[in-house]
């Protein structure tokens, strides 16, 4: 279990230190090592293929840069995998890139014989009400207490400026929690913005398949992933987003069974065993 809030000015400093330390050491692997390894390792016209609803507004390079968005993504965070157990969404357009990583990084734990992975949906929006953030807190406040939570993966699909995610992280950290985040894609020119504190620590904590709009494909979709942010819906606020009730569950189970697709193909370049 993780500390409470009580000391809580001095325990997250603490933590925000030592989680900086560590997370220094997160680098981008070289461009030509990666795009030669996801070539050789995967048949990308046949993951298209097996995706024909994900990728129906895309045109063929389109499609295909965005399974290399997904393979990248995954061999960034290769060495990193073993160490979490906790997935956090940021929902609700961050669904299904919390599905294909999570489906990932059990593949990886079932073949280390690790425990799998949990995973818990949140409301993501730099347009959270305060008292949806107040939900969030007690929301994971209470998973603190109630479940082991040491190392966190929280994901997302798409980072333009980085004030969303930095408002979970706020969060997050407040509990005590060591902080990674993963992104389908960044904003072309993220890396170049001005930085402030909040910034610089988002940066230092970022793994991201490429710097480019590929995440967007899945951004406000509620056909395909289901859910809608309660600040849309006129709900009372809620730490989680709410299902869309007007989307068809068979373009949802689709959509689910495409990404799991997705990312059996791709966990094949992180499996010692490949078939």
């Known amino acids: 279990m993780k500390n409470s809030p009580e000391s809580f000015e001095t325990s997250v400093q603490i933590d925000l230190q030592k989680n900086n330390d560590s997370l220094q050491e997160i680098t981008r692997q070289e461009d030509k090592i990666v795009k030669e390894r996801i070539e050789t390792s995967l048949n990308i016209d046949h993951i298209t293929e097996g995706a024909p609803t994900l990728l129906r507004y895309l045109n063929k390079e389109q499609r295909r840069d965005t399974i290399k968005s997904f393979a990248r993504l995954v061999i960034e965070l290769e060495d990193r995998i073993p160490t979490y157990d906790t997935i956090i969404s940021d929902d609700s357009s961050g669904?299904?890139?919390?599905?294909?990583?999570?489906?990932?990084?059990?593949?990886?734990?079932?073949?280390?014989?690790?425990?799998?992975?949990?995973?818990?949906?949140?409301?993501?929006?730099?347009?959270?009400?305060?008292?949806?953030?107040?939900?969030?807190?007690?929301?994971?406040?209470?998973?603190?207490?109630?479940?082991a939570i040491n190392k966190v993966l929280l994901a997302t699909e798409y980072i333009q400026s980085g004030n969303s995610i930095q408002q979970i992280m706020k969060i997050l950290e407040k509990y005590g929690l060591d902080i990674d985040v993963a992104a389908l894609s960044v904003e072309p020119g993220f890396f170049q913005?001005?930085?402030?504190?909040?910034?610089?620590?988002?940066?230092?904590?970022?793994?991201?398949?490429?710097?480019?709009?590929?995440?967007?494909?899945?951004?406000?979709?509620?056909?395909?992933?289901?859910?809608?942010?309660?600040?849309?819906?006129?709900?009372?606020?809620?730490?989680?987003?709410?299902?869309?009730?007007?989307?068809?569950?068979?373009?949802?189970?689709?959509?689910?069974?495409?990404i799991k697709f997705i990312a059996e193909e791709i966990s094949k370049l992180i499996l010692q065993k490949k078939d």
């Open 95 to 147: 669904r299904l890139i919390s599905l294909f990583l999570r489906e990932v990084i059990n593949k990886k734990k079932a073949e280390l014989e690790e425990k799998p992975i949990q995973t818990f949906f949140v409301n993501g929006g730099q347009h959270n009400s305060d008292e949806t953030n107040e939900a969030i807190d007690e929301f994971i406040h209470k998973k603190t207490t109630e479940v």
């Open 193 to 258: 913005q001005k930085d402030s504190e909040r910034l610089t620590a988002l940066k230092n904590k970022l793994i991201y398949g490429t710097e480019d709009k590929a995440g967007l494909l899945f951004h406000s979709k509620p056909k395909i992933t289901g859910v809608i942010r309660e600040n849309k819906t006129g709900h009372s606020a809620s730490a989680h987003p709410v299902r869309d009730k007007t989307v068809n569950q068979k373009g949802i189970n689709t959509a689910r069974q495409e």
